[in-house]
């Protein structure tokens, strides 16, 4: 897992750089974000041409994810108010899956940290690694190497879209943000899929009518959240 | 991308993570957050797979995108997935110039 994480901090790294970023881009994001997926939405959208707030929203939405992750684990960040601040700061999908795993309450944490650190260690060796070698590179376009930001993006989310509730807000998103994207913006577009949410918190709210008619507050949350997406 | 996007991107994202542990979120909210993660990568995809600004980007770039497709549903190791990318595009930019 740390060999597939390093090859997608390289990635990044030199994707960044060849797309005419500073070399400090990725490696001050990636220390400071560390969250590949929003790191690359946040980069996707500046390298398209899109704004900062695009970018830093895109990425936020994405980071949003780890709101669930961290209650999941949440036994295995408690401590001094520092240790929960650096735990904090490692919580990755791949160290949230790995704790998973593990019952014993000892071993989840020692899980969690080793996980964490060699993950912080991989993923910010490596793009700097990405942004060095990116920087030799000549013509990026004869190279094909465009091509490359959304191959990583399209082998990344793949797995996700076996369930068929997320493949189909997948599909109505993208039709949304290519549509919309000779007209608005850059950046723009890709935050308009979001669009296709719309009919999954539909149904994620009608299901909450029927098992609790008489609750009302989280269906209210739903609604509200429903409409910052739109 | 300025400096003040990615600490403003590197503040929130540490909201999410040091607030998570303390926030049960309902069920269905966490499953509305996982969905919307996919959807706007999968539009980032598309979108950076088939326009450049507002315009199309021309066929190489999609051309190569789909190859990578291909091999990720073979499940083949994702070096050779994002390498076949690149190098489709650059082959077919090579033969049809302006691709």
Known sequence: MCAADAIVGMSFGAICVSGGLDWWVPVLMSLAVFAGGAQFAAVGVVLGGGGAVAAVVAGLVLN?????????IADVLRGPWWQRLAGAHLLTDEGVAFVLQQEDPKARRSVYWLCGI??????NVSVVA????????GDTGALGLDAMFPAVLLALVLPSLKDGTTRNAAVCGAVVAVAAAPFLPAGLPVLLSLLGLLPVARTLLRKETREEPRRETPAKTLE???EKVS | MPVYAIALLAAGTLGFRLAGPMINLPERL????TVAAAVLLVALTVTAAFTEGHDFAGWARPAGVLVAGGLALRRAPFP???????????????????A
Not at chain 1, 130 to 137: E, K, L
Not at chain 2, 30 to 33: G, I, R
Not at chain 2, 84 to 98: S, Y
């Open chain 1, 224 to 226: 509200e959240n429903n």
């Open chain 2, 80 to 98: 050779v997935i994002v390498i076949a990318a690149a190098v489709t595009t650059a082959a077919i930019r090579a033969v049809m110039p302006g």
């Open chain 2, 30 to 33: 966490s499953t509305l957050l």
């Open chain 1, 118 to 123: 060699a993950l912080f260690t991989v993923w």
């Open chain 1, 64 to 72: 949003a994810r780890l709101l669930p992750f961290g209650f999941a």
């Open chain 1, 130 to 137: 990405g942004a060095v070698a990116g920087q030799a590179i």
